[in-house]
């Protein structure tokens, strides 16, 4: 097992002790504390990926969008393996442009339906896609809506109101001590990831990780008074989703976040419990620029995986590819 | 409950589901600026100033016509302001003032300044100012209830869903859950305040001040109705009590109570109601009293003073600083906030156009149309502008266009909205993150929805920084509304090159004029751009964008 689950044991761990908790929760840190030491001591926290058999870090699937989404995911033991019967999901994909499938500036509705679909599979008690888009909201969601439109009226929405958001404090953040998360994202157990594979301006990639300022109500505070890139990994301590799915059907390679630019037909889905390893891995993959990019070139992905948020050496990964 | 008082609630329901409905997108089975163009001061004074009839504003003819008929019909059974003033007249207690038949007598004359007011705005008009900013019933109605009491209503109705909430949201009511709204804000909200609340504050004074005294609108239907075939009749039996005078909201009955003023009258059968003897009746071609009493002419003298005065504040407002020449020659005074909406005549044209309605602001998704003061000069004021810090030109809207009750603003397709240029963005690189502080921002890229920011590398500077390409920017303003730099934005948009129209089509005019106008998320794009501009690295060998060593 990699250090993650425990530098967020220790996370946690730094949080509590700064702030009153109530017996429920002394109760959970406790069986939580347990479960690690138990571990620790069944050789399970080693440092080498000792999960179950054959369940690689990463999955990465070749095809259509919805199957390829499906595979990826199953390689890494299917839904079930994230979702829990019961359990409420909030899966955030990119939705913020008002373009088309071919403008890969969103990420492609098919992928976002393929997941919904499987987390109602393994028994999801509500699922939401949700973001918070730039652009006028219903344009946005509207390809996203008509692609769930087979589930249910409600799962997809654009929530830019303040009344939808709570501020949380970020333990351990250099920079960014506190934000107002979407409250669904805070009172839900699962969040997946689901962005679409594109260049940025300004962090060289859009992912996983610079996706979950969609999950916040004010991010431009992210672009001037603190670092950029420190932010963004700072966020991600307290919004690391549980499966991150990168939509590479269409890559953005130039002119991202909000092209036009050139968009490459990649055909493939990227799927991984490790944020930082799925962007990695989507990083050094496809052309950025007609360029080959490794992920360490990518500032806030080189400091998450400094400051233990994930690991981009996915070299030392294991890794399993699947046509489909 | 009389036909009247129904027709009337009726009206002012319409009035207000229509004012709700204007709004992006626009769906609406009667026009919802037509209220609007019923009145019929805003068809003189338009047609007065810009000499032509305009199509759209017919209705009020219509009005006129019906009027010959029915008397001022209008102003009892349809006008949202006077049965506003109703209400007003209502809850504000008079002081019992309509006992003193001193006071009221005293008062008679001033049945004359709304003529007057009149003359003064046609001649205004005429003269190259319009006026009519606080005199059009119309516009003021809409004005007040879309640009002051619609805001605080959305504002609590935001409120209460915030309060249910945490119930809607425990019980999974979806629908409520995530609904919310959003909060016009508007400016110059003190004006319509000060002007709306002294019209109903007259009630102090006397019920319906406003209509008798002031309405330069009454004051066309009073024209028209000098003697309506349906009109008020007394028959024998009257046994003079005065009851009937005393309560006429119209002030409209002589001395003798048999007489009636009928060009005051509006035909709401107050009278009628009240008269302990039953003898007044409103038939067709109905007995006249015996002298048409008091029926009113302005005086001669009067009127030409307030021709004089018309004229003469056409006169000042050409020699105000901010009246434009409608060329582009050195010494026009443009005003770099002054960004008319999208498909607003050309300057001149438009301010005598528009009657300050401030409908476009209120049917606004983006709420960036905005009442201006002084920015366009004396002629003006409250006209709409837009004002991109509080909200960008949404790309597929036209929204003001198609509520525009006088074509200020031309009703455009999308394509034309697209090409309907409002000004150009630049940069002010001693406030951008990325010129003068090394920041990776560039929210001004991402947002734009016509790829007219691109990103270079510049010798010195460690991130790429912005450039605006002003043969591709529309001025919608997103790029000021995300800037994230605090207080003034770091890229702005000022109404250069504007494409103002009063005729003709804006596509052509942006195609001759070299712009390249391409909305990048594919909703609208310009007939023949089939192509995808691909900006591939001209990478010197340096990194992509955003990335590091």
Sequence with gaps: ?324 | MTVLKIARIISLLLFFILLFYATFPLVSLIPVDIFLRLDPLIFAVTLSGSRTVIPLLLPAVIILLLTLVLGRFFCSAICPLGTTIDIADRMIPQGNPEHDPGKKRARTHLVRVKYLLLIFLLAAAASGISLILVFSPMALATRLYGTLIMPVFFLVAGGALDLIRPLTWEFDITTLAYASIDVPRFALTWVTVLVTGAILGCALIAPRFWCRYLCPAGAIFAVFSRRPLIRRTVSEGCTRCGLCQELCPMDAIGEDPRDTVYSECSGCRVCAGVCPERVISFPLRGRTGKKAAQEFSAGRRGLLAAAGAGISAGLIARTDLGYRTGTDEPGEVHHPALIRPPGAIPENEFLLRCVRCGICMKACPTNTLQPTWFEAGLAGMMSPVIRPRRGPCEPPCAVCGHVCPTGAIRTLNPEEKICAKVGTAYILRHKCLAWEFDQPCLICEEVCPYGAIELRTVDGIPVTVPFVDEKKCTGCGYCEYYCPVQAGSAVVVEPMDEIRLSLGSYCETARERGFIFDEKDGLVRLPEDGHRDTKIPESDGGLPPGFTE
């Design chain 1, 1 to 324: 097992m990699d250090n993650r689950i425990l530098a967020r044991f220790l996370l946690d761990l730094e949080s509590f002790m700064k702030r009153p908790f109530s017996r429920r929760e002394y109760l959970l840190f406790q069986s939580k504390a347990g479960l690690l030491l138990a571990a620790g001591a069944s050789g399970f926290l080693l440092p080498s990926p000792l999960k179950a058999l054959d369940v690689p870090d990463i999955g990465i699937a070749v095809g259509g969008p919805g199957p390829a989404t499906r595979a990826a995911v199953d390689l890494l033991g299917g839904m079930k393996a994230f979702v829990k019967q019961g359990q409420s999901v909030v899966i955030k994909p990119n939705m913020s442009f008002t373009g088309g499938v071919d403008d890969a500036t969103n990420t492609n509705p098919e992928v976002v339906r393929e997941l919904v679909a499987m987390c109602n599979e393994a028994g999801a008690s509500r699922v939401r896609v949700l973001d918070n888009p730039l652009r006028p909201s219903e344009l946005c969601i509207e390809s996203f809506r008509e692609a769930c439109s087979l589930f249910d009226d409600d799962v997809v929405h654009a929530l830019t109101n303040k009344a939808f958001f709570r501020e949380v404090s970020i333990p351990g953040a250099e920079t960014l001590k506190k934000t107002e998360i979407m409250r669904d994202v805070l009172e839900s157990d699962v969040l997946i990831a689901a962005p679409v594979a594109k260049s940025h301006g300004s962090t060289g990639v859009s992912l996983s990780m610079k996706g979950m300022m969609g999950l916040i109500l004010n991010r431009t505070v992210m672009h001037w008074r603190y670092d950029l890139h420190t932010a963004i990994v700072d966020l991600c301590r307290v919004l690391q989703p549980r499966l991150v799915v990168i939509d590479g059907t269409r890559v953005l390679s130039s002119g991202g976040p909000g092209g036009p630019g050139t968009v490459l037909k990649e055909n493939t889905v990227i799927a991984s419990r490790d944020m930082v390893a799925a962007d990695a891995q989507a990083v050094s993959m496809f052309t950025w620029y007609g360029q080959k990019m490794e992920p360490r070139q990518v500032k806030h992905i080189r400091i998450a995986h400094e400051r233990g948020l994930g690991r981009m050496d996915i070299e030392h990964l294991t890794r399993k590819k699947i046509q489909v």
